[in-house]
């Protein structure tokens, strides 16, 4: 399994031709307390920076955008009953959905944990 991350701060992990995408923990902790989240509907064909889901916090909302084609094959449902999982564990159970990728070169175009923990300290 490889991981990947995006500079609007989504995390792929990729597993043969499916990914499975979430926000990263430095993208939480900017957002503050989770207390809701909408996902995208399975089935629904996303392109490269198309909106995906959305993220609310008592501070601000903010939409996460899918960094890859493809088609979203799962949505992580206990998200919504308990959006404040985000904040728990943004990098592992807190996924947002699983996209079964249309083009896995565009993987190319993203950057791995070292680079993005060096893109953010830039920030």
């Not at 939480?28 to 989770?34: E, I, K, M, Y």
């Not at 909408?38 to 889901?53: H, I, M, Q, V, Y």
């Amino acid at each position: 399994m490889s991981t990947y991350f995006s500079e609007d701060h989504e995390w792929l992990k990729v597993d043969g031709d499916v990914a499975t995408i979430g926000i990263t923990n430095y993208a939480q902790a900017q957002l503050g307390d989770v207390v809701f989240v909408e996902l995208p509907e399975n089935g629904k064909t996303l392109s490269k920076g198309d909106e995906a889901a959305v993220v609310e916090s008592v501070k601000a909302a903010s939409e996460v955008y899918v960094p890859v084609d493809g088609e979203v094959v799962e949505g992580n449902e206990a998200l919504v009953e308990e959006p404040a999982k985000v904040n728990e564990d943004p990098e592992n159970s807190a996924w947002f959905f699983k996209l079964k990728l249309s083009d896995k070169s565009q993987l190319d175009g993203l950057m791995d944990e070292a680079a993005y923990k060096a893109y953010v300290d830039t920030l």
